[in-house]
T-cell receptor
Framework: SQQGEEDPQALSIQEGENATMNCSYKTSINNLQWYRQNSGRGLVHLILIRSNEREKHSGRLRVTLDTSKKSSSLLITASRAADTASYFCATDKGSSGSRLTFGEGTQLTVNP | GAGVSQTPSNKVTEKGKYVELRCDPISGHTALYWYRQSLGQGPEFLIYFQGTGAADDSGLPNDRFFAVRPEGSVSTLKIQRTERGDSAVYLC?????????????FGEGSRLTVL
């Protein structure tokens, strides 16, 4: 079963608006990562936040992590049509060199 | 090459046939992962190699699936007696390895269609 669950499953916004995607997980983690996937392509790493961090920024991306609620959010500010893609959260369950477990993803559509 | 390379990019086979999917990781990356992704779903973990050995193969769905990485670099995912339900995109990823799982670098995937 998937460790992470994203919501919403699909999100459609206009260019220039902000997009917020959420992820919940069930077990303790070392870190949580967000990936992006364009249709028919591989996944691309966006950002990693460690379990002892609460917020992290990278360009137009802002990620928050609340370990007490076992949840994370990804905010994309001033969205562009090129941001249209699927976004996945992934968790590392905490043991040495363990695998990443991915959620089901949020399909983001940014309309020009 | 600079990134993770997967071949073939597309494979169409008939039910019952044997297939091999190849992954060439980023040079120097000791960790290698195989995932399977069905349409509209997130990647599902299959197996993880650290060097030549399978450190975690708990995601392999049954004994028709097998993967090797004999020299700690290139890996081959082998599927015997393919079934229509095996149709999916098979993704390979690599990472430098080490104590904690950091960023994974993914290939473009091999799309398998079993008729």
């Amino acid at each position: 079963s998937q460790q992470g669950e994203e919501d919403p499953q699909a999100l459609s916004i206009q260019e220039g608006e902000n997009a917020t995607m959420n992820c919940s997980y069930k077990t303790s983690i070392n870190n949580l990562q967000w990936y992006r996937q364009n249709s028919g392509r591989g996944l691309v790493h966006l950002i990693l936040i460690r379990s002892n961090e609460r917020e992290k920024h990278s360009g137009r991306l802002r990620v928050t992590l609340d370990t007490s609620k076992k949840s994370s959010s990804l905010l994309i500010t001033a969205s562009r049509a090129a941001d249209t893609a699927s976004y996945f959260c992934a968790t590392d369950k905490g043991s040495s060199g363990s695998r990443l477990t991915f959620g089901e993803g949020t399909q983001l559509t940014v309309n020009p | 090459g600079a990134g993770v390379s997967q071949t073939p990019s597309n494979k169409v086979t008939e039910k019952g046939k044997y297939v091999e999917l190849r992954c060439d990781p980023i040079s120097g990356h000791t960790a290698l992962y195989w995932y399977r992704q069905s349409l509209g779903q997130g990647p599902e973990f299959l197996i993880y190699f650290q060097g030549t050995g399978a450190a975690d193969d708990s995601g392999l769905p049954n004994d028709r699936f097998f993967a090797v990485r004999p020299e700690g670099s290139v890996s081959t995912l082998k599927i015997q007696r393919t079934e229509r339900g095996d149709s999916a995109v098979y993704l390979c990823a690599s990472s430098p390895g080490g104590r904690n799982t950091g960023e994974l670098f993914f290939g473009e995937g091999s799309r398998l269609t079993v008729l």
